[in-house]
Nanobody
Framework: QVQMVESGGGLVQAGGSLRLSCVVS???????????MGWFRQAPGKEREFVAS????????NYADSVKGRFTISRDNGENAVYLQMNSLKPEDTAVYYC??????????????WGQGTQVTVSS
C-alpha cells in the first residue's frame, strides 16, 4: 500500500521561508500511464485549495495565482519525493498543507493518494 509522509511545517514570521517534504513509499497493484504530484492546503473554516503541482516524468509545474513567484515545487524521482519551497510567507498562507499523488489509470480514470498533512503557521 502507498504511504506518504510529510514534514517541514512549522511557525514562521511573515516574510520567512519553509520547505515542505513529502516522501512516498510502497506501491499498489495497479499500473498507471502518468503521475502528477502536488500540494493542497486547507485553512480553518475554508475548503481545501490547490497550491502547486508537478508532473512526475516531464517536470511541468502549475501554481495557484496566490503563490506564484513565492512558492516553488520540485521532485526527486530517485527518492520518490516532492518538495515545496515557500518564500515570502504571508499570514494568509497559514493552513494545513497536504501532499497529493494523482495517478492516471487511462480510461479507468485516476487514483488519488494523500499525506497526513503538516501545519504551516505564519505570524504577523
Amino acid at each position: 500500500q502507498v504511504q506518504m509522509v510529510e514534514s517541514g511545517g512549522g511557525l514562521v514570521q511573515a516574510g520567512g521561508s519553509l520547505r515542505l517534504s513529502c516522501v512516498v513509499s510502497g506501491r499498489t497493484g495497479r499500473t498507471f500511464s502518468s503521475r502528477t504530484m502536488g500540494w493542497f492546503r486547507q485553512a480553518p473554516g475554508k475548503e481545501r485549495e490547490f497550491v502547486a503541482s508537478i508532473t512526475w516524468s516531464g517536470g511541468s509545474t502549475n501554481y495557484a495565482d496566490s503563490v506564484k513567484g513565492r512558492f516553488t515545487i520540485s521532485r526527486d524521482n530517485g527518492e520518490n519525493a516532492v518538495y515545496l519551497q515557500m518564500n515570502s510567507l504571508k499570514p494568509e498562507d497559514t493552513a494545513v498543507y497536504y501532499c497529493n499523488d494523482r495517478r492516471d489509470l487511462g480510461p479507468g480514470g485516476f487514483a488519488d493518494y494523500w499525506g497526513q498533512g503538516t501545519q504551516v503557521t505564519v505570524s504577523s
